[in-house]
């Protein structure tokens, strides 16, 4: 059974069976990947891109083979290429500084939506800080979808990129990003796609997507943290200078005159997180097995299971309604606050987040301070679902 692959799911907290609710926030990790990472730190650990010897070709065999791997899994073809980053935050803010604070001027224009979390707002709000560009907002409705009549008539001659979510790490919300982009182009803008939390939840096909700038974690897709993804399309790549200045990066160095090293490598210096990504590659090979369309599926049973009986519990708002969801659940108790609930659920053994989930301006938008919010990864089933609403019943009795 592919709980038995997670150890840490066998633990209790506060004397009860673990149940784990929050892998949007970090997912846990099958054992098949602790004991890659424990194996090649035991037996074949050694830096990548350095020596001639032969532990360190095997690492640098691995290491780079990753990079396909990736591409497979979100079915990147020969337009695009792989670079390594420490997560998606990183990714964005080296796009935004090597692209956006190298070639942008003053009163250039990104265009973000209401839903980002913080890491796709802070890194642009930052370049309004140090080059003047402005920065245009998709509305979100009721439901929590974008509105996408306003999304058109955002857009002018002066706009340099499309910022997004593919889905919404606080509302579930799958986003139209095929259709988004397609109209993106149409005004000849690229697209950058925070895939944090679409990543570990559904099939990506990137080539069908036709997105400019892809992103993503490993943590959250079962892998370790301090290891991410930029996809990028080459032909945008290859324009943009180094994000940081090192070892690695370079093809020749003088006090004179730098070259830099083709791609990937000229956008990673320094010795990279290499058992990151070989903790990674495990982790892929191990959804693989399972397969994406059956982590979607399973998901989507789980959202139908829970929904209604979330909904059932007197005084309870779902902040996010669409149809196209993701495994992410938020709501909000009538005069109950999100800490106070997720500390009953947490003495119960039930792990869930509460706050604004880096996602303030979303927070304002659906006028609550904090929400509760549930998240599914493959290992979670009815049984989690059970006890979760029973501890909220319990948390009503408790606190109201
Ligand atoms: N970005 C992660 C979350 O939404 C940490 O919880």
């Not at 697209?191 to 997507?209: E, K, R, S």
């Amino acid at each position: 059974m592919m709980r038995d692959d997670f150890p840490i799911l066998k633990t209790t907290m506060h004397g009860k069976p673990l149940v784990f609710l929050d892998s949007a926030a970090s997912a846990q990790k099958p054992k098949q990947v602790v004991d890659a990472i424990s194996n090649f730190y035991t037996t074949r650990y050694a830096n990548v891109h350095r020596g001639i010897y032969e532990l360190s070709a095997t690492a640098t065999k691995i290491y780079e083979e990753t990079r396909d791997v990736i591409k497979q899994f979100i079915k990147a073809d020969h337009h695009y290429d792989i670079v390594f980053v420490n997560g998606t935050t990183e990714g964005i803010n080296l796009v935004a500084q090597s692209l956006g604070r190298m070639e942008w001027l003053a009163g250039d224009e990104v265009i973000l939506s209401e839903m980002e979390h913080h890491s796709n707002i802070v890194p642009w709000y930052l370049l309004k800080e140090q080059i003047g560009i402005k920065l245009k907002v998709i509305p979100v409705d009721d439901d929590g979808a974008l509105q996408l009549n306003d999304y058109e008539k955002l857009f002018s001659s002066r706009t340099k990129l499309v910022a997004i979510t593919h889905a919404s790490n606080v509302l579930g919300t799958i986003n139209p990003i095929k259709e988004m982009i397609a109209i993106a182009h149409r005004h000849h803008v690229p697209v950058l796609i925070d895939g944090a939390q679409a990543i570990p939840h559904m099939p990506v096909n990137i080539a069908d997507l036709n997105c400019d700038f892809y992103l993503f974690s490993a943590h959250k897709l079962y892998g370790p943290t301090g290891i991410g993804v930029l996809c990028g399309k080459k032909e945008l790549l290859k324009n943009m200078s180094p994000y940081q200045g090192g070892g690695d990066m370079i093809e020749t160095v003088s006090f004179e005159k730098i070259t830099y090293a083709h791609l990937p490598h000229r956008f990673e210096a320094g010795t990279p997180h290499i058992a990151g990504v070989i903790g990674m590659k495990a982790a892929l090979q191990y959804i693989n097995q399972i397969g994406m369309d059956n982590v979607f599926q399973h998901e989507q049973e789980l959202l139908a299971y829970t929904l209604p009986k979330l909904k059932a519990i007197p005084g309870v708002r779902l902040i996010g309604n669409t149809s196209q969801k993701v495994g992410v659940i938020s709501f909000v108790i009538e005069n109950m606050h999100a800490h106070d609930i997720g500390t009953v659920l947490d003495s119960e053994g039930i792990a869930v987040r509460a706050g604004h989930h880096c996602a303030m301006p979303l927070m304002q938008r659906f006028n609550v301070p904090a929400t509760i919010r549930v998240s599914f990864g493959i290992y979670n089933h009815e049984q989690d679902i059970d006890r979760l609403i029973a501890a909220l019943h319990l948390a009503k009795r408790i606190l109201s």
